[in-house]
């Protein structure tokens, strides 16, 4: 009996030890992943490092690329475009105007009422139509008789009741919001398609022509005042509401902006004359690149597998299209590399999976237990069961990936506003310091998703335009949040033109 005894006790031992060599062996393990976890982590954080320093420089490379752009066509990665709109409404604009905004798969049109006081729309309509698939591949002539119908219906509905105006022909702001090259007020050539559209006959052409051609055909007194793209409408709209307001922003699924510059200063125009002594640019800032922006291999890659390799850099780092696709990656890259989020889900290797308002509801997860992390990683990468240790992976990501974008456009934001004197620093060649600056209110009229529902992404872009400008500057600048600048703002800038030819 005592063998056995000896035997059991032995055995348990084996047992025991057998276990415990297990268990440190999975600790080991666990301890290891972590650590190329943390490592790809750490890679992260540091490529997308931006600290105030950093941002001054892109801020100092944005203003010289945009005095390039301005000096020559195909100076400057910014394309620094002339939208020849040098009036912005003033508030005493009276009267009714119309509005055809087309910047996709869907268009609207709007009819908006002015009572002759700043910010003083008495009444505004709406009708947003969807076009036809067959028609974003058929003619011009079919396109745009069936959007005249449609606006034909609109004003017809609209001013049933109401007595009608014989005299006055009826002024459409065109917001027209794919590349163009503009020659005038009301003219420019469709220079080619995007969004879905392949309608041959049009590129190369004058879209008001073809525009008014069918609004001819169908019988509508109306002529199209003006053609711009949405960022400028935006302006037109901050302008109206605020005298102070000097720069437009889009921060949304794509980005651009676009801002007051002295006429004097476009010299690629020389000669250029404006009643005003200014002209609204439009600088296409999607495109900016300088070397000083904190770069990663994922942007790299993103890049590289894009439809427009090398083009709109800036854009591929701030915008809501490609933020969530970012922070695909680089889960991507930790399951490669580590078991943490368990197998390795196929659908994380499909590109643009993971759209941004999902990261935005991630990041913005309050819940003890990070709920919403748990069902986005589980319903939209097929992540299941995974740790809280790990959900909180996901939203430091998620941080990183933001923080970096938001404090990027602030870069940009400042650049704009140092191009034209309004940093505190008196422009790029002023040679005093901000306390000798006295500074002005100045307004950047802001629109797009990413900015007005992602309240993180605001914050850290608040952050930044503080560190930049230093906290006595900073409090001049006001970031003002419009609705609809591509709509509203094209029948406010109808308005002011119609004004002017009045006066004149």
Not at 262 to 279: E, W
Request: include cysteine; aromatic fraction near 6%.
């Amino acid at each position: 009996m005592g063998k056995v005894a000896v035997g059991v006790a032995v055995g348990v031992a084996v047992v025991a030890c057998a276990v415990a060599g297990m268990v440190v062996g999975r600790r080991v393990g666990s301890r290891r992943k972590w650590k190329r976890v943390v490592r790809v982590l750490k890679e992260l954080e540091e490529a997308c490092e931006t600290p105030v320093g950093r941002l001054r420089q892109v801020v100092d490379a944005m203003v010289v690329e945009m005095h390039a752009g301005l000096a020559s066509e195909g100076g400057s990665k910014l394309k620094m475009l002339l939208t020849f709109v040098d009036h912005l409404p003033t508030g005493s604009e009276i009267g009714t105007y119309y509005a055809l905004d087309l910047g996709g798969t869907n268009f609207r049109v709007l009819r908006i009422q002015l009572g002759g006081r700043r910010s003083s729309i008495l009444s505004q309509d709406v009708e947003r139509r969807p076009i036809p698939q067959h028609l974003m591949t058929s003619t011009s002539e079919d396109l745009f008789d069936f959007i005249a119908s449609t606006l034909k219906q609109f004003v017809e509905k609209e001013e049933s009741g109401s007595e009608p105006s014989p005299v006055r022909t009826r002024e459409l702001g065109f917001t027209f919001s794919f590349p163009v090259k503009q020659s005038s007020l009301r003219s420019g050539i469709l220079m080619k398609w995007t969004k879905g559209f392949a309608i041959e006959d049009m590129v190369g052409k004058e879209v008001v022509e073809l525009l008014e051609a069918a609004l001819v055909r169908s019988g509508l007194d109306m002529r199209a005042a003006l053609l711009v793209n949405d960022t400028v409408g935006t302006l037109a709209l901050g302008r109206y509401h605020d005298a102070d307001t000097v720069a437009a922003v889009i921060i949304g699924t794509g980005t651009n902006a676009c801002y007051l510059e002295r006429a004097d200063a476009i010299i690629k125009c020389q000669g250029l004359l404006t009643s005003s002594g200014y002209m609204v640019v439009n600088m296409e800032w999607g495109n900016f690149w300088s070397s000083h922006l904190p770069r990663t291999s994922y942007d790299i890659d993103l890049d590289s597998e894009s439809p427009n390799p090398n083009h709109q850099g800036f854009e591929k780092m701030i915008s809501g299209m490609y933020l969530g696709d970012i922070v695909r990656r680089v889960i991507l890259r930790i399951s490669l590399e580590s078991d943490i989020f368990g197998p390795v889900s196929s659908r994380l290797s499909i590109p643009f999976i993971l759209q941004t308002p999902l990261v935005a509801a991630m990041h913005e997860d309050d819940s003890p237990e990070l709920k919403e992390v748990a069902k986005i990683l589980k319903e939209t990468l097929g992540i299941s069961e995974v740790s809280l240790k790990v959900r909180k992976l996901a939203v430091r990501i998620c941080d990183v990936v933001t923080r970096r974008a938001a404090r990027l456009a602030a870069a940009g934001i400042v650049g704009i506003l140092k191009k034209i004197g309004r940093d505190g620093s008196g422009g790029i060649t002023g040679g005093r310091s901000k306390s000798d600056v006295k500074m002005r209110r100045t307004v950047v009229a802001i629109e797009g998703g990413l900015y007005t529902s992602y309240a993180i992404f605001r914050q850290h872009l608040h952050g930044a335009l503080s560190e930049i400008l230093g906290e006595d500057v900073a409090q001049h600048v006001v970031l003002q949040v419009t609705e609809d600048g591509s709509g509203i703002g094209g029948a406010l800038l109808a308005a002011s033109y119609s004004s002017i030819l009045q006066r004149g």
